[in-house]
Structures are given as structure tokens and as C-alpha cells.
């Protein structure tokens, strides 16, 4: 992860944690040799584990793309898991976060691929 990179993550995550609301949403872009190694089904599974709801698409830019909106503590979680982890065989540049807000309740049903 390159230094700019964990200095945006350990900010949002500390407006996260500063934050009083019950839900939050973001929208993210993830860099890197992500597609064809299942990373969308991964990331639909992993984020069903942690509650949160939202959706992820592979770009026509060769990246990953999507929203997720849920409980602070587990999006934080998941912000993790695309900065770092990611599916089996993906290589990580880098995750770009945007359009934070606080909800007081989820915007979708469910956790979604799309094409």
C-alpha cells in the first residue's frame, strides 16, 4: 500500500469513528490486476458476511468499481479488505474511496453484482 494510500484510509476511518450514525456508504475503485480472479464474487461474499448492502461491477477501464453502505465498524473492515486482501490471485495497486456519507438507514436490499 503506498504511504498516501493508508494516510486516506486511516483518515476516513477516523471520520468514521468521530461519526455518530448507524450507517455509512462509500463508493470505491479498486487498482491493480483485479479482474479475472472472481474479485466481484469475492467481494459480494465478504461483504454479505459483514451486512453490508450495496453493489460491484467490473470497469471497461480494467478496474473494480461499486458502493457499499453499512455499519461503520464492518465498512471499515471491508475498506481494508480491498486496500489489502482482495480474491486469491489479485494484486493490489490501490483502492480510491469516495463520496463518503452517513446514513440513517441503507439505500439497498442485498449485496449485488453487476454488468
Given at each position: 500500500?503506498?504511504?498516501?494510500?493508508l494516510v486516506r484510509?486511516?483518515?476516513?476511518?477516523?471520520?468514521?469513528?468521530?461519526?455518530?450514525?448507524?450507517?455509512?456508504?462509500?463508493e470505491f475503485e479498486v487498482f491493480g490486476k483485479v479482474q479475472g480472479v472472481y474479485f466481484t464474487k469475492y467481494c459480494r461474499d465478504r461483504s454479505t458476511e459483514l451486512d453490508i448492502v450495496g453493489w460491484v461491477k467490473n470497469s471497461k477501464r480494467g478496474?473494480?468499481?461499486?458502493?457499499?453502505?453499512?455499519?461503520?465498524?464492518?465498512v471499515e473492515v471491508m475498506i481494508a479488505w480491498l486496500s489489502n486482501e482482495g480474491s486469491p490471485g489479485s494484486k493490489?495497486?490501490?483502492?480510491?474511496?469516495?463520496?463518503?456519507?452517513?446514513?440513517?438507514?441503507?439505500?439497498?436490499?442485498?449485496?449485488?453484482?453487476?454488468?
Open positions: 500500500m503506498f504511504d498516501r494510500d484510509v486511516l483518515a476516513c476511518t477516523m471520520a468514521l469513528l468521530e461519526s455518530g450514525h448507524s450507517y455509512v456508504s462509500v478496474t473494480i468499481m461499486g458502493k457499499m453502505q453499512g455499519p461503520k465498524a464492518n493490489i495497486e490501490r483502492c480510491d474511496l469516495m463520496n463518503f456519507e452517513y446514513l440513517a438507514r441503507k439505500e439497498f436490499n442485498g449485496f449485488s453484482i453487476r454488468f
